[in-house]
C-alpha cells in the first residue's frame, strides 16, 4: 500500500547532537514537504521540494537543511540539535498540480 | 504573500450542535480548497476538499462553501459528535509557489 514513512517516531537526543530524521515515500508524488507542528498547533512549512535536487525553504525560519536526490526520500539535518528544536516533525507529499497532501506519521523530537 | 487566514482559533460546541470554521485565503488564482482533522496523536488527513468550479460540497454531516469573489470558504459539520473532535485545518493551492498553504488550524470541543 502506498504510504509515507518517517523513522525514528521518537527520538529524544542531547543537545549539540547531529540528527537526520527520515522520510520516504511509495505515493509517487513529486512534491514533498516537511513541517514543524507542535502538538495540536499550527503547521509551519519548513522546507519543501517540487522534484529531485529541487528544495526551497519554507516560511518558518529553520536551522535546518534538506536534501532531494531520490524522488522517494526526503530527508531532514539538524547539524546541532538545541532544546528550542522539540517539537513534531511532518513529512508530507502531494502529486501534480492542484492536488491533496499526504501526510506521514511524524517524528516527536526531544532535545535536552 | 501567500497567506490563509482561520478563524476561530478554538471552537466548542455541545453535541448534536453544529460548527463552522472559516477560512480566507489571498491569491485570487486558487483553485483548490481542502480540508484535514487532526485527531489527538495522529497525522492530519483530509476530510473533503472543493474545488472552485462547484459552491458546495457535502459529504454526510460535514459540508463546505467556497465564495471565489470574497476569496473566503467555510467548513460546517451538523449534528456533532463526540468524534469530531480534534483539530481541523484548511488549505488553499497558491498557483504561482505549486503548493498547499495552510490555515492556522481550529481546535474543536464537542462537549456531551
Known amino acids: 500500500e502506498a504510504d509515507i514513512y518517517q523513522t525514528p517516531r521518537y527520538l529524544v537526543i542531547g543537545t549539540g547532537k547531529k540528527i537526520t530524521l527520515e522520510c520516504s515515500q511509495t505515493?509517487?508524488?513529486?512534491?514533498m514537504y516537511w513541517y514543524q507542528q507542535d502538538p495540536g498547533m499550527e503547521l509551519h512549512l519548513i522546507h519543501y521540494?517540487?522534484?529531485?535536487?529541487?528544495?526551497e525553504k519554507g516560511d518558518l525560519s529553520s536551522e535546518s537543511t534538506v536534501s532531494r536526490i531520490r524522488t522517494e526520500h526526503f530527508p531532514l539535518t539538524l547539524e546541532s540539535a538545541r532544546p528550542s528544536h522539540t517539537s513534531q516533525y511532518l513529512c508530507?507529499?502531494?502529486?501534480?498540480?492542484?492536488?491533496?497532501?499526504?501526510f506521514g506519521q511524524g517524528t516527536r523530537l526531544t532535545v535536552v | 504573500g501567500e497567506n490563509v487566514e482561520q478563524h476561530p482559533s478554538t471552537l466548542s460546541v455541545q453535541e448534536g450542535d453544529s460548527a463552522v470554521i472559516k477560512c480566507t485565503y489571498s491569491?485570487?488564482?486558487?483553485?483548490?480548497f481542502p480540508w484535514y482533522k487532526q485527531e489527538l496523536g495522529k497525522r492530519p488527513q483530509l476530510i473533503i476538499d472543493?474545488?472552485?468550479?462547484?459552491g458546495e460540497k457535502k459529504d454526510q454531516r460535514i459540508a463546505v462553501t467556497l465564495n471565489k469573489t470574497a476569496k473566503h470558504f467555510s467548513l460546517h459539520i451538523t449534528e456533532t459528535q463526540p468524534e469530531d473532535s480534534a483539530v481541523y485545518f484548511c488549505?488553499?493551492?497558491?498557483?504561482?509557489?505549486?503548493?498547499?498553504?495552510f490555515g492556522q488550524g481550529t481546535r474543536l470541543t464537542i462537549n456531551p
Open positions: 521540494s517540487y522534484g529531485v535536487n529541487s528544495t
Open positions: 505515493m509517487g508524488h513529486d512534491k
Open positions: 491569491d485570487s488564482a486558487s483553485n483548490y
Open positions: 508530507a507529499t502531494s502529486g501534480t498540480g492542484e492536488s491533496e497532501a499526504f
Open positions: 472543493i474545488r472552485s468550479n462547484v
Open positions: 488549505a488553499a493551492f497558491f498557483q504561482g509557489a505549486q503548493k498547499l498553504v
